[in-house]
């Protein structure tokens, strides 16, 4: 029994209005820091790094838009303007220097346009400046460590918590750090490499046993921000999630000094070392 012409157009609408209220109200129940249901474009940003990143990212999208319609505009001219019925005889023209010139010009202007942009954005991800408090992270067989060397030298470890929301990105002891500052990133692994990354502060650094990488951020708002390891580390690699809560100056001295307490017990924990693990 076929189903009309009509009867399927209506069946597409439904199902298009149906995506766009999912969408819409996942967007509406959405947190900042963490993904969004139904997300097509980069997480809201946070730090200064991500908001040039948004800003190179739009840039790129409407620089290959227009190239994209140019090539199609030509496309569309070639086909209706020289194919055999509008065109009996072809021409025999076989070179243009100035065309030749053109299409070498125009490409090169373009690329040095975008290089600009790019250089400018990896030297500001690359270039730590001085740091307000160093965090050191190492990511281990499938949960991250977390040492303060400025603040007591105290470290514990972030286990994914099966009982907290966001689902696979809630954690028991969560980074906390404080809100407009510089934070310096130490990142190392223990056993195999991992990947430090958090999308809403455009951060993402390989965490390799016997080297320790750096990176930095500066949150500027308060709230949670989620992220995960991004390099396969082993079967329970989507299990390690990040979690960055982001305070108030008084509300992080507060929590340090109840963090050196609360992990004053795990002496036997020792920080992560850029040897790697041992044999």
Request: hydrophobic share 50%; proline share 5%; with cysteine.
């Amino acid at each position: 029994m076929r189903m009309s012409m009509g009867r399927v157009g209506r069946h597409l609408l439904g199902l298009a209005v149906a995506g766009l209220t999912l969408a819409t109200g996942g967007a509406a129940f959405a947190e900042l820091g963490q993904p969004k249901p139904w997300e097509w474009t980069l997480q809201e940003s946070g730090s200064p790094v991500m908001d040039n990143i948004v800003w190179f990212h739009n840039f790129l999208f409407v620089l290959i838009t227009l190239i994209t319609l140019f090539v199609l505009a030509l496309l569309v001219i070639v086909v209706l303007k020289f194919n055999a019925k509008a065109n009996p005889v072809p021409s025999r023209t076989t070179h243009n220097t100035l065309i030749e010139v053109a299409w070498t010009l125009v490409p090169v202007l373009i690329l040095v346009g975008i290089s600009v942009p790019s250089f400018r954005l990896l030297f500001l991800e690359l270039d730590v400046p001085k740091a307000d408090l160093t965090i050191k992270a190492t990511g281990k067989q499938w949960y991250w460590s977390y040492a303060y060397p400025d603040n007591g030298k105290f470290e514990f470890d972030s286990l994914m918590a099966q009982d907290k929301q966001p689902r696979l990105l809630g954690v028991d002891n969560e980074l906390v750090v404080p809100v407009n500052k510089v934070i310096r990133v130490q990142v190392t692994g223990a056993d195999v490499i991992h990947a430090f990354a958090l999308p809403a502060f455009g951060v993402k650094i390989d965490a390799i046993p016997g080297r320790l990488n750096e990176t930095w951020f500066k949150a500027t708002k308060v709230g949670m921000f989620y992220g995960q390891c991004s390099e396969l580390c082993g079967k329970d690699h989507a299990f390690m999630p990040i979690a960055i809560r982001v305070v108030e100056d008084k509300d992080f001295a507060a929590w340090v000094e109840t963090a050196k307490k609360k992990y004053a017990s795990g002496g036997a924990s020792t920080y992560a070392s850029a040897a790697g693990p041992t044999q």
